[in-house]
């Protein structure tokens, strides 16, 4: 989208979208849209804002329009269409923030498995803005899901925390799958564990991967029975304290 | 693994592992259940001889050495045995100061750099005598150093004949020296106080405590002619002299040593052996040196005369010292204030720390919470993660160590 539009005509022509093809409902909307760009200015996030209300405000009209319309690729609108308001904000507020830096170290894995652990619905916008907060490091998205990748995080049903000492396993799950080898072909296949609750079962692996119970023999019947040790003081009989009589 | 990782968890008996339920350790030692007391326990029995001394001599950190000079002590760590059911050969004792049936374990130890070298396991009756030349042997055949430096204590001198001994050995090998403290026979030391006064050379020592005052200690070098020898081949001896102030008598510490070096130099490279009692310390009440299996046969048919098997005796032994190696190379990557710091000062500050782990389809990530040194080892920690290791008992997944964002938690509130 050029930033030299000076009417309403130009800016449907320029975009290609006839102004005969629309409804009069859309026309108002388009209106007001376009008072919205002229007041608010035509940088990336009024765009973007714009994009994301036309996208669900339900006028009606198509995306490739809108793209169009706002500057965009068709793509990129197709990707801006499946997000929340509040990931609009927090990706506006990732590139506000700049450039990335900082970078994402393998010691950080443990408190972002615990995010993930127990945030099984958050957005990678989400994760970055944990990341920021925790370590005041700005990633890349691409960056973020490379690390999520390779320490297997990015699906967060393949997470399993092992559980305390103590915890009962009354339904024996496995540990998630490890992958196939690098060269093999085709998708890797995650047996991915449901998200752990509190008390969630303790995820097992098959019997046989076990040690066989102990073989040491039962003491026989024919054993003497374990020392209790000695009676207690109480229970001991006294001794006679009265001297014995020698001379008589 | 269970064994080797016993002694740095610091787990004291095997039959502890009963009450053993953490999955950490489980997972450390290979399996995702914790193992039994009966694997572990008929595992070191039933080790082979053999096989543990060609575990010892492949696993032996002769690098430590090699082409270099090495001031190495070899002395015993004396295990006392309790049984009355079988015969067992009896030793002295000497912090217990009683004859009593015992085995020994025999540690060639690098003295300067705080490393267990080589061990041997042997009955009771042995004497540091009969393994000195064997063990210094050893040293010299397996790490090559550029010259080697044994100190011993008097154990391996108690005879004339087994000084003679060691002094051959350096006679036949030029990148040898040997010091040994001389026994104090009384006919011996009645010579030594014999001395002119004017042989005697004095220093002065700090105290044994800050403040103390200084201590005397006089030096004089002499020839002792060992038992059927002549003058030509008597021994270089080192006199030292504590003098004791109040009414106490003077403490005399003769050496024996082939060294050319002055007396103060040999005197100070002999105390150095005080770091390997002080190993044997801290392998004692850190790493439970004296609850490692004992040698004797319990399976065997007369409990008189009980079967020797060195094999578990040793490999417990060596592998409590190999523990002692490895948490001393990892102090030395830690802040200086914890170089050579104890076993269990390790523990209880970096290794026995609660926490979680995550177990993902790529990755194991031991996320541990925080504590208040965690900081000092972030370091290591970047350096495991880069190293990229894997553990092949968890299909190959990749150990991913962590540390809680927060590095310094709140201490116990107060007003």
């Known amino acids: 989208m050029s930033t030299d539009v000076q009417s309403y005509a130009d800016w449907l022509e320029q975009a290609a979208v006839p102004e005969a093809s629309l409804t009069p409902?859309?026309?108002?909307?388009?209106h007001t849209a376009f008072g919205f760009l002229q007041e608010a200015g035509s940088d990336y996030y009024s765009r973007r804002f714009l994009s994301h209300f036309l996208l669900h405000c339900r006028a009606g009209l198509k995306t490739a329009a809108i793209a169009r319309l706002c500057g965009f690729s068709r793509s990129s609108a197709v990707d801006h269409r499946g997000l929340s308001t509040k990931e609009v904000v927090q990706a506006a507020h990732h590139r506000l923030a700049g450039r990335a830096h900082g970078k994402l170290l393998p010691r950080y894995a443990?408190?972002?498995a615990e995010f993930?652990?127990?945030?099984p619905e958050a957005s990678r916008y989400d994760t970055l803005d944990f990341i920021q907060r925790t370590w005041g490091v700005s990633v890349s998205r691409v960056a973020l899901h490379r690390f999520l990748k390779k320490y297997g995080l990015d699906q967060a049903g393949g997470v399993a925390a092992v559980p305390l000492p103590g915890a009962a396993s009354p339904d024996p799950e496995p540990l998630p799958s490890a992958p196939p080898d690098a060269g093999t072909a085709g998708p890797v296949v995650v047996t991915a564990a449901l998200p752990p609750a509190a008390d969630a079962a303790l995820p097992l692996p098959p019997p046989e991967f076990f040690l066989p119970p102990p073989s040491t023999p039962a003491p026989s019947c024919s054993c003497p029975p374990p020392s209790t040790g000695w009676p207690l003081p109480r229970t001991a009989s006294r001794m006679p304290t009265a001297r014995c009589s020698a001379g008589s | 693994m269970t064994s080797v990782f016993a002694p740095v968890i610091g787990l004291r008996r095997v039959f502890h592992l009963e009450q053993m339920t953490d999955r950490g350790f489980a997972l450390l030692t290979g399996g995702r259940s914790c193992p039994t007391r009966q694997e572990v326990g008929g595992w070191r029995r039933h080790l082979r001889w053999y096989e543990v001394d060609a575990f010892c001599r492949r696993s032996a950190p002769w690098d430590l050495i090699a082409g270099d000079d090495a001031l190495v002590s070899f002395d015993e760590h004396t295990l006392p045995r309790w049984t009355h059911k079988f015969s067992v050969p009896k030793g002295y004792v000497t912090t217990r100061n009683k004859y009593m049936r015992c085995e020994k374990l025999f540690y060639g130890y690098h003295v300067e750099l705080d490393r267990y070298l080589?061990?041997?396991?042997?009955?009771g009756r042995t004497e540091l005598r009969d393994l000195a030349v064997p063990l210094t042997r050893r040293v010299l055949t397996g790490g090559r150093p550029r010259h080697l430096h044994a100190l011993f204590d008097a154990g391996a001198g108690k005879a004339d004949a087994d000084v003679r001994a060691l002094l051959d050995l350096v006679a036949e090998t030029p990148n040898l020296t040997v010091t040994l403290r001389a026994c104090r026979y009384p006919h011996r030391l009645r010579l030594w106080k014999q001395l002119p006064s004017g042989l005697f050379v004095a220093f002065e020592e700090p105290g044994p405590y800050v403040g103390a005052p200084t201590k005397e200690i006089r030096?004089?070098?002499?020839?002792?002619?060992?038992?059927a020898e002549t003058e030509e081949t008597a021994v270089r001896t080192i006199v030292c002299r504590e003098i004791v102030p109040g009414p106490k008598k003077d403490r005399w510490h003769p050496l024996y040593t082939s060294s050319a070096a002055?007396?103060?130099?040999?005197?100070?490279d002999f105390r150095q052996r005080q770091h390997h009692e002080q190993a044997y310390r801290i392998g004692v009440h850190d790493e439970f040196l004296n609850a490692s299996p004992c040698g004797y046969d319990k399976d065997s048919p007369d409990p008189r005369r009980p079967r020797f098997h060195r094999g578990p005796l040793q490999m417990i032994g060596w592998l409590i010292a190999l523990a002692y190696n490895a948490m001393g190379d990892l102090?030395?990557?830690?802040?200086?204030?914890?170089?050579?710091?104890?076993?269990?000062?390790?523990?209880r500050t970096f290794f026995n720390r609660s926490g979680q782990v995550y177990c993902t389809p790529e990755a194991l990530i031991v996320y541990l919470d925080p504590f208040h040194e965690q900081q000092a080892l972030v370091p290591l920690i970047d350096a495991v993660n880069a190293q990229q290791r894997r553990l092949p008992w968890l299909e190959n997944r990749r150990l991913v160590l962590s540390l809680s964002p927060d590095p310094s938690p709140a201490r116990g509130g107060g007003p």
């Open chain 1, 110 to 112: 443990g408190p972002i």
């Open chain 2, 219 to 227: 030096l004089a070098e002499t020839r002792t002619t060992l038992k």
């Open chain 1, 25 to 30: 409902a859309q026309q108002q909307v388009l």
């Open chain 1, 116 to 119: 993930v652990l127990t945030h």
């Open chain 2, 331 to 347: 102090a030395v990557q830690l802040p200086e204030r914890y170089h050579r710091a104890h076993v269990d000062t390790l523990r």
């Open chain 2, 118 to 123: 080589c061990v041997q396991g042997t009955p």
């Open chain 2, 262 to 268: 002055a007396p103060r130099e040999v005197l100070t």
